[in-house]
């Protein structure tokens, strides 16, 4: 259907209305032909630790939370450990993402958040400089390089999605909370 003859056609079928407006809205933002809008998409959640931006999968993030309002410390940790909070009665210890990674401790300013890892064992909640929200890739755009940083976070990075001049490392909530460096918090 062309034109505008197809938002008749489904007015009065609402949900598929929505599925042909989303498939011709990515369409569009690929700008690539309608047909090629198939195949397997990847979904991250955007977000920057110093002047570099990373992605982590979506399915590794419970949720995208600010910095709360009463963190207590916890005494004998490292100091990327900031200490915990209580998010709906479970206690959550936080992680300064940075620190961790050896460049110092993060400020948190109003634009700093918390991603709270979706992991079985080991709760953490990533403590990052600022979430620019989701960004959205094709298969065909990863790549498994893993591009030098700033932070020399390499070890725990996943691959990269590229498109055009643009990269994003992948970091793996995963390879870090299972890390023998993340699991050994009590200070030295």
Known sequence: MEGADWIRALRERP???LREVDR???AAAQGSPESDVSGAEWVGIAFRLGGEAFLMAREEIREVMGYPAAVTRVPG???WIRGLCNLRGQLL???DLRCFL???PAAVTRASRVLVANHREIPAGLVVDEVMGFRRFHENEFSADLPPTLLRCERYL???FKRGPEVWPVFSVRILLESPAFQQAAAS
């Open 15 to 17: 949900y598929e209305l």
């Open 24 to 26: 011709r809205a990515r």
């Open 77 to 79: 940790t490292r100091t």
């Open 93 to 95: 210890p936080l992680i």
């Open 102 to 104: 050896g460049s110092g």
């Open 158 to 160: 996943a691959g990269t």
